[in-house]
């Protein structure tokens, strides 16, 4: 048990030693961490909004928007599969929040009108009334299928907008069942994301109606097929917004777009944005734009028009520009949001904190001193249980230290005041095996055994109890990830790495040390 292989040894010592290297970064500040070369360890420990201070959002999903979208789509498909069948109908009406009603005019024409919305929603319940009204009803189950999926959905885009802004480490998880959290450390103002995040970005691509006058619009009068949108940025002379007039139904959708990008306009220097269509996008703008060439083309985001130009040609490459007055920041803001996607529903700020830097301060100093401590107490402890095993196990926590924060900066994770307090119990769980292993070996020793016995023995009598324990708290602390969230997964990962190291250390950096220090001095007794 006692003998190590040449092989063991230098790995034993290879990995102790890469511990240290892999944590002296984190030592290190400013410009001398930039300085250091590519193919050196860099990596830092990545403190967390508790510790370095930044920002905390929690966003609700709108899902009442989406059912409201939902329903504004049967209401259309519903008015054009009448339309098409020539069935005439009055009353069409959104009912109730989740369904949408409306009543045949000839009795005889009923049943062909459910056979042609059946396939409008397959999910949705149509009944028929005697009088000839028919109600096109949403499933709950499929609207709270549909909630989940959409607050999925928004996790997904959040993480795209905020990796695209450059922000590190952001924290993001659900909350409840139609809620967000979002932690940004280290970033002290989140207007910019607040901004990012308050957008749908939802873009399509529509051809203005020019065949009816937008003042009638405005008066109330909006043609079938048709819609009224504000300009985003145009205000007309009474300081309320410019408004367009555009066909419903989009030439092409935004989800059809690939790629979306800042740039300069070569003939006037303006900043505008570069985007790009799939292959299937690009045909159908090409398509539209062949088909329309004269005719202005509005470009709609979350409902407002940001920009109308006229085709003047077919634009046929799957690419185009959009141009607006645009500034670098919103050029850029407006890119990030178009190649994140669109989120399905809108989000609300419903609670915003800032976490100063000044408290995370506090907080760390306040856990290097309760791991100062707990440390020194543990040290002191070993040497007067346990005299010279207890200074090997003191030098297997110090090298476990070193090893709990190089595993923790090459993974990049995340540490919370959580972490530091697991940091803190594997302080103490560290030396378990040590005092399992010692007081074996005592017990050996008693019995009458040589030391040589008496040091295979202990180990390997308490390697199965030190097995057993590890293994039961590392089951705890992978739950405890599986199922927690934010502070509580930083202090499952901390104690997880720190079982793993502590299991190396304690069994093979201390045979290591004792069986150099039983070579060197060859003992009559064991000093334990």
């Known amino acids: 048990m006692l003998h190590m292989t040449r092989p063991k040894v230098i790995t034993i010592l290879v990995i102790c030693a890469l511990g240290i290297i892999f944590t002296l970064p984190n030592f290190l500040r400013g410009q001398v961490v930039s300085s250091i070369p590519h193919w050196l360890p860099h990596q830092q420990v990545v403190l967390g909004l508790d510790l370095q201070g930044g920002s905390y959002l929690l966003l609700e999903v709108d899902h009442a928007a989406v059912v409201r979208e939902r329903l504004t789509g049967l209401l259309d498909g519903i008015r054009t599969a009448m339309r098409t069948a020539r069935i005439p109908v009055t009353g069409l009406a959104v009912e109730g929040g989740n369904a949408v009603v409306f009543k045949v005019r000839e009795a005889g024409q009923l049943e062909q009108a459910r056979t042609g919305i059946r396939d409008l929603d397959r999910s949705a319940r149509i009944t028929a009334a005697p009088d000839g009204t028919i109600t096109?009803?949403?499933?709950?189950?499929?609207l709270l299928e549909q909630k989940r999926q959409a607050v999925a959905q928004s996790i997904e885009i959040v993480r795209r907008r905020i990796?695209?802004?450059?922000?590190?480490?952001?924290?993001?998880?659900?909350?409840?069942?139609?809620?967000?959290?979002?932690?940004?450390?280290?970033?002290?103002?989140?207007?910019?994301?607040?901004?990012?995040?308050?957008?749908?970005?939802?873009?399509?691509?529509?051809?203005?109606?020019?065949?009816n006058s937008v003042a009638d619009a405005v008066a109330g009068r909006v043609?079938?097929?048709?819609?009224?949108?504000?300009?985003?940025?145009?205000?007309?002379?009474?300081?309320?917004?410019?408004?367009?007039?555009?066909?419903?139904?989009?030439?092409?959708?935004?989800?059809?777009?690939?790629?979306?990008?800042?740039?300069?306009?070569?003939?006037?220097?303006?900043?505008?944005?570069?985007?790009?269509?799939d292959s299937v996008g690009a045909r159908q703008f090409g398509q539209a734009t062949r088909d329309n060439v004269g005719k202005p083309l509005a470009i709609v985001l979350d409902g407002r028009v940001i920009s109308a130009p006229v085709i003047r040609e077919p634009i046929l490459g799957g690419s185009g520009q959009i141009s607006g007055s645009f500034s670098v920041a919103s050029a850029q803001d407006l890119s990030v949001l178009l190649r994140a996607g669109a989120l399905p529903a809108p989000l609300k700020v419903i609670e915003e904190r800032s976490v100063g830097p000044d408290l995370g301060a506090d907080s760390i100093r306040a856990g290097l001193v309760a791991v100062v401590i707990g440390f020194s107490l543990v040290v002191v402890y070993m040497v007067l249980a346990?005299?010279?095993?207890?200074?090997?196990?003191?030098?297997?926590l110090i090298?476990?230290?070193?090893?709990?924060?190089?595993?923790?900066?090459?993974?990049?994770?995340?540490?919370?005041?959580?972490?530091?307090?697991?940091?803190?119990?594997?302080?103490?769980?560290?030396v378990d095996a040590n005092v399992l292993i010692n007081e074996r070996i005592r017990e050996e020793t008693?019995?009458?055994?040589?030391?040589l016995a008496a040091l295979e023995a202990g180990f390997a009598r308490a390697m199965s109890t030190i097995i057993d324990s590890n293994a039961t708290t590392l089951i705890k602390m992978l739950?405890?990830?599986?199922?927690?969230?934010?502070?509580?997964?930083?202090?499952?990962?901390t104690i997880s790495i720190g079982i793993c190291t502590s299991m190396f250390t304690a069994t093979m950096l201390v045979r290591l040390l004792i069986l150099y220090w039983l070579r060197q001095q060859r003992p009559k007794a064991l000093p334990v």
């Open 136 to 142: 096109l009803r949403l499933d709950d189950k499929d």
């Open 163 to 211: 990796d695209e802004t450059g922000t590190k480490e952001p924290i993001i998880q659900a909350q409840g069942q139609d809620r967000i959290l979002v932690q940004l450390p280290g970033l002290r103002e989140p207007e910019r994301i607040k901004a990012l995040l308050g957008k749908t970005a939802k873009m399509n691509f529509h051809l203005l109606d020019v065949s």
């Open 223 to 277: 043609p079938a097929g048709s819609e009224l949108m504000p300009a985003d940025k145009d205000v007309e002379a009474g300081g309320q917004p410019r408004m367009y007039l555009v066909q419903r139904r989009p030439i092409v959708a935004g989800d059809r777009l690939t790629d979306a990008q800042p740039g300069t306009d070569s003939r006037n220097g303006e900043w505008v944005v570069n985007f790009k269509f």
């Open 386 to 396: 346990y005299g010279l095993f207890g200074l090997f196990a003191n030098v297997a």
């Open 399 to 430: 090298s476990n230290l070193f090893l709990i924060m190089a595993a923790m900066s090459l993974l990049q994770a995340t540490l919370t005041l959580p972490g530091i307090a697991g940091i803190l119990l594997t302080v103490g769980m560290s």
């Open 446 to 451: 008693r019995l009458g055994k040589t030391p």
């Open 479 to 493: 739950l405890l990830y599986g199922f927690g969230s934010g502070p509580v997964k930083g202090f499952a990962v």
